[in-house]
């Protein structure tokens, strides 16, 4: 069956950098964008970007531009999300998703989540 | 960047009775938007894509319609495990999938 497994949770220092990965099992990586979302403590769900597996283009959201990074290794299947210069407002659950029609938005399958806490 | 609002940010409602959430798109996107629930520890699940397309699986008690701006997300009789929070989202890749706020339902 779909899986996206994500990594474990991190704890880093502000100005630190964090990078999370998605691996991607029971269906062909390179068939579906794979999207990044997030949710901070209290608040709503955050869509932050996709990546496109076959080709490597991205897509991400404006506020995000200048500090995030997707990849993707497509021999491992798995794609990775970086976000740079980390503040204390980036601790976050970090959703890597998948899957779908081509208008289900974010996708169809989602990892479980991976707890980033930015913390001095 | 295309704006998501949806109202009420949030609903209390009886077991079986009928809620309404509306979506409303900055600007016209067709039938581009789908609907999430979000219980607390979970991830997102997809309900409804393409506005009115019922996700395999997803109880027919819930629906989507709509197009242009203006989106509904219903569930016409509400059941216990119904409770959670509902994001309508953006759904054309090349225009970022902007999330709505968010609608919490609750049950009375």
């Known amino acids: 069956q779909v899986q996206l497994q994500q990594s474990g949770a991190e704890i880093k220092k502000p100005g630190a950098s964090v990078k999370v990965s998605c691996k991607a099992s029971g269906y062909r990586f390179t068939d579906y964008y794979l999207n990044w979302v997030r949710q901070a403590p209290g608040q709503g769900l955050e869509w932050m970007g996709w990546i496109n597996p076959d080709s490597g283009a991205t897509i991400y959201e404006y506020k995000f531009q200048d500090r995030v990074t997707m990849t993707r290794d497509t021999s491992i299947t798995t794609g990775y999300l970086e976000v740079r210069s980390l503040r204390s407002d980036d601790t976050a659950v970090y959703y890597c998703?998948?899957?779908?029609?081509?208008?289900?938005?974010?996708?169809?399958?989602w990892g479980q989540g991976t707890l980033v806490t930015v913390s001095s | 960047d295309i704006q998501m609002t949806q109202s009420p940010s949030s609903v209390s409602a009886s077991v079986g009775s009928k809620v309404t959430i509306t979506c409303r798109a900055s600007q016209r996107i067709a039938s581009w938007l789908a609907w999430y629930q979000h219980t607390p520890g979970k991830a997102p699940k997809l309900l409804i894509y393409?506005?009115?397309n019922l996700q395999s699986g997803v109880p027919s008690r819930f629906s989507g319609s709509g197009s242009g701006t203006d989106f509904t997300l219903t569930i016409s009789s509400l059941q216990p495990e119904d409770s959670a929070t509902y994001y309508c989202?953006?759904?054309?890749?090349?225009?970022?999938?902007?999330f709505g706020g968010g609608t919490k339902v609750e049950i009375k």
């Open positions: 998703a998948s899957g779908g029609s081509v208008s289900s938005g974010s996708g169809e399958y």
């Open positions: 393409a506005a009115s």
């Open positions: 989202q953006q759904a054309n890749s090349f225009l970022g999938h902007t």
